[in-house]
């Protein structure tokens, strides 16, 4: 099951599309990825098509 879209938009939060980002905070902050920690601010990420590789069990 593919969940899309469960995020709504409010007080502080804003949707971007884009294919690099830099983020940065005037204080320190770490910043996550689904839970789990990834590196301290700043950082800048970008989407590379075809640069993940999946194993998929067989139905």
Sequence with gaps: ???RNTLVE????SFYRA????IEMDTEMN???DGDLMAPLPIELEIVPGAGRYLVPRP
């Design 19 to 22: 294919s690099h980002v830099r």
């Design 10 to 13: 409010g007080d502080g939060i």
């Design 31 to 33: 910043c996550y990825a």
């Design 1 to 3: 099951m593919t969940r």
